[in-house]
């Protein structure tokens, strides 16, 4: 079964640039979250998805940062524009609701602002 | 306002010997917590779980350990591995709501 998909593994922009992350969560998992781990910190919740709905955004910078999930499968998750601070690893996660905290993790998009 | 906390940012242990990784929180109101391990460049992956009616859980070379008086729980590793090696995570979760995760603590288990 393959797993939590997400790309670019990697990203380098220039501050005020847009970018944006992609995730295809594991086949059958309905809630999706977007968390941001910065430099020797624990992962923090940007948005939790339940299918299309946005059950928790009380985290994402909506000045910046937006996202969608589409037809209750992939997401994608923008920053518009970049700024220095939010270099950072991207993490997309998946799971089947949200019962036990056990959540399957992607690889991660790692992004540099200079 | 840091609800789970990993004091030990690192930690060393000889192959074979006991790995113990700690975490503390603060709110009485978490109802499960985790493990979570993460080798660089990967996505941190669940390792081992414990509901807060319980105060042990096990599983093969993992047993996690609750407190709740203390508000403390710890990993214990044994024996060592040097695949062991990796950053854990400690996280807890509440209502169906949140799950926070801890500053993790770096493992490194040589031979």
């Known amino acids: 079964e393959a797993g939590v998909v997400q790309s670019p593994r990697y990203k380098i922009i220039e501050k005020k640039q847009p970018v944006a992350f992609w995730c295809n969560p594991i086949s059958g998992h309905n809630t999706l979250y977007w968390y941001r781990q910065n430099l020797g910190q624990g992962p923090e919740l940007l948005i939790r998805y339940e299918n299309e709905e946005a059950v928790d955004d009380s985290q994402l910078p909506k000045d910046r940062f937006s996202a969608e999930r589409l037809k209750g499968v992939d997401s994608t998750l923008k920053i518009q524009p970049a700024e220095l601070g939010d270099s950072a690893v991207y993490l997309c996660?998946?799971?089947?609701?949200?019962?036990?905290?056990?959540?399957?993790f992607g690889e991660g998009s790692r992004l540099t602002v200079l | 306002d840091q609800q789970v906390k990993q004091n030990s940012p690192s930690l060393s242990v000889q192959e074979g010997r006991i790995s113990i990784l700690n975490c503390d929180y603060t709110n009485s109101m978490f109802d499960y917590f985790l493990w979570y391990k993460k080798y660089p460049a990967e996505g941190p992956t669940f390792l081992i779980s414990?509901?807060?009616?319980?105060d042990k859980n096990e599983d093969g070379r993992f047993t996690v350990f609750l407190n709740k008086s203390a508000k403390h729980l710890s990993l214990h590793i044994v024996p060592s591995q040097p695949g062991d090696s990796a950053v854990y995570f400690c996280?807890?979760?509440?209502?169906?709501?949140?799950?926070?995760f801890g500053t993790g603590t770096r493992l490194q288990v040589f031979p």
């Open positions: 414990i509901s807060s009616i319980k």
């Open positions: 996660a998946s799971s089947w609701g949200f019962n036990t905290g056990e959540l399957f």
């Open positions: 996280a807890a979760f509440y209502n169906t709501d949140k799950l926070i």
